[in-house]
C-alpha cells in the first residue's frame, strides 16, 4: 500500500501542476523495490514510480551510492528513473523553491 | 425481497472489499442517498481499477487530475464530479465502489 | 541562502554530512543533540555553520561545556531568524 503522507503531499503539488522532483537516498531507495512474487494478471499491480508517472512526475533520481551500499542495482529500465552521485544532491536541493522530506 | 444488507464501517464504508458487486453498490448508494447512472459507473469503474492498479487512494486535487487523465477534461472537473457524487465526490466513489475511506476524508 | 539541514535524529548528521552545499546550514534538534557531543560523529569536512538547539540539549541534561566547539548553540528565536534566513530547508530524520 502507497500510504505515506510525503508521497501524497507530493502528489497533491503534482495535481496542481507544480514541477516536482523526487529523489531516493539511503533506506529510501528500498521504496524502489518492485514487489515480487505477486502473480502476473492483466490488471498486475503497479509501483510507486508508475503512480508518480500517472501524476506526471517525470524527474525521478536515485543516489549511487545509497543504491551501491544496499547492493542494488536499477536494472528494471522500463521506468526513466536516472542517478546521481551524492556530491550532485546539494546541487539539486539548491535548484528547487521547496524541500519535502522526512 | 430485499437482500441482505452489506456491513459498513460507522462511515458508511464496506467492511468486505470481497463482497463488492453491483447489487452492494446500489445498496451502498442507497444510504447516501444516490441513485446510479452510466456517469456514476463510469467514475465507480475508474477509482476500481485506480485503487487494483495503485493501491493508492486519491484525496480530492489528486481525483480530480486523475479522473481529467483517464476520462478527459469533460469529466475530470470538480464541478462535474462534485455534482454526480453530491458535493463530496471521491468520499462517495470511495465509498459505492466498495473501497475502504480515504485518506483526508471525514 | 543554501539550505537549512534540520538533523532530528542521531544518524541524520551523518546522513546529510555529504549532502551539504556550500552555503548551507545544519542545525541539531531532538535526539539530533546528541550528536554534538564529542567523540562520536566527528563533523571533519563539514564547512559549513553547525547549530544545536539549545532548549533541547538542556531537556536531554547535556551540558553545554560538552558540546563540541565547531557547534554554535541557539535558542528558539535564533533558530527562528536561521529559517528565515534559509527560505528552504530540509529534514534529516
Same mark, same amino acid.
Given at each position: 500500500?502507497?500510504d505515506?503522507?510525503?508521497?501524497?503531499?507530493m502528489?497533491?503539488?503534482?495535481?496542481?501542476?507544480?514541477?516536482?522532483t523526487?529523489l531516493?537516498?539511503?533506506?529510501?531507495?528500498y521504496?524502489?523495490n518492485?514487489e515480487?512474487?505477486?502473480?502476473?494478471s492483466?490488471?498486475?499491480?503497479?509501483g510507486?514510480?508508475?503512480?508518480?508517472a500517472f501524476?506526471?512526475i517525470e524527474?525521478?533520481?536515485?543516489?549511487e551510492?545509497?543504491?551501491?551500499?544496499r547492493d542494488?542495482?536499477l536494472d528494471?529500465?522500463?521506468?526513466?528513473?536516472?542517478?546521481m552521485l551524492?556530491? $550532485?544532491v546539494?546541487?539539486?536541493?539548491?535548484r528547487? $523553491?521547496?524541500?519535502?522530506?522526512? | 425481497?430485499?437482500?441482505?444488507?452489506?456491513e459498513?464501517?460507522?462511515?458508511?464504508?464496506?467492511?468486505?472489499?470481497?463482497?463488492?458487486d453491483?447489487?452492494?453498490?446500489h445498496?451502498l448508494?442507497e444510504r447516501?442517498?444516490l441513485?446510479?447512472?452510466? +456517469?456514476?459507473w463510469?467514475?465507480?469503474?475508474?477509482i476500481?481499477?485506480?485503487?487494483?492498479?495503485?493501491?493508492?487512494l486519491?484525496?480530492?486535487?489528486?481525483?480530480?487530475?486523475?479522473?481529467e487523465?483517464?476520462?478527459?477534461?469533460?469529466k475530470g472537473?470538480?464541478r462535474y464530479l462534485n455534482g454526480?457524487? +453530491?458535493?463530496?465526490?471521491v468520499?462517495?466513489?470511495c465509498?459505492?465502489a466498495?473501497l475502504?475511506k480515504?485518506p483526508g476524508c471525514? | 541562502?543554501?539550505?537549512?539541514?534540520?538533523v532530528?535524529?542521531t544518524?541524520g548528521?551523518g546522513?546529510?554530512?555529504?549532502?551539504?552545499g556550500p552555503?548551507?546550514?545544519?542545525?541539531?534538534?531532538e535526539?539530533?543533540?546528541?550528536t554534538a557531543?564529542a567523540?562520536?560523529?566527528?563533523p571533519?569536512?563539514?564547512?559549513v555553520?553547525?547549530?544545536?538547539?539549545q532548549?533541547?540539549?538542556?531537556q536531554?541534561?547535556?551540558?553545554?561545556?560538552?558540546?563540541r566547539?565547531?557547534f554554535?548553540?541557539?535558542d528558539?528565536?535564533g533558530?527562528?531568524g536561521?529559517t528565515?534566513?534559509?527560505?528552504?530547508?530540509?529534514?534529516?530524520?
Open positions: 500500500m502507497i505515506s503522507e510525503l508521497f501524497d503531499q502528489l497533491t503539488l503534482a495535481a496542481f501542476d507544480q514541477a516536482i523526487v531516493f537516498v539511503d533506506d529510501g531507495v521504496r524502489l518492485r515480487t512474487g505477486e502473480p502476473v492483466t490488471m498486475e499491480t503497479a510507486l514510480l508508475e503512480l508518480l501524476y506526471d524527474s525521478v533520481w536515485v543516489e551510492e545509497s543504491l551501491v551500499q542494488m542495482n528494471d529500465a522500463r521506468l526513466s528513473v536516472r542517478t551524492r556530491e $550532485d546539494a546541487g539539486l536541493l539548491a528547487h $523553491d521547496v524541500i519535502l522530506g522526512d | 425481497m430485499k437482500p441482505s444488507s452489506p459498513t464501517t460507522e462511515d458508511g464504508f464496506l467492511l468486505e472489499v470481497g463482497q463488492w453491483e447489487t452492494v453498490a445498496q448508494a447516501i442517498p441513485t446510479l447512472t452510466e +456517469a456514476h463510469e467514475i465507480i469503474s475508474f476500481r481499477k485506480y485503487h487494483a492498479r495503485f493501491r493508492h486519491p484525496n480530492n486535487r489528486m481525483f480530480v487530475k486523475a479522473v487523465k483517464a476520462l478527459g477534461p469533460d472537473n470538480s454526480l457524487f +453530491a458535493g463530496s465526490p468520499k462517495y466513489t465509498m459505492v466498495g475502504p480515504p471525514i | 541562502m543554501g539550505v537549512l539541514h534540520l532530528n535524529s544518524e548528521l546522513r546529510c554530512r555529504d549532502r551539504l552555503d548551507d546550514a545544519v542545525i541539531l534538534l535526539a539530533g543533540v546528541y557531543m567523540p562520536s560523529g566527528k571533519e569536512g563539514m564547512d555553520d553547525l547549530f544545536v538547539l532548549e533541547h540539549l538542556s536531554r541534561g547535556i551540558a553545554r561545556t560538552r558540546v566547539p565547531a554554535t548553540l541557539i528558539f528565536e533558530f527562528v536561521l528565515v534566513r534559509h527560505t528552504r530547508s530540509v529534514t534529516w530524520a
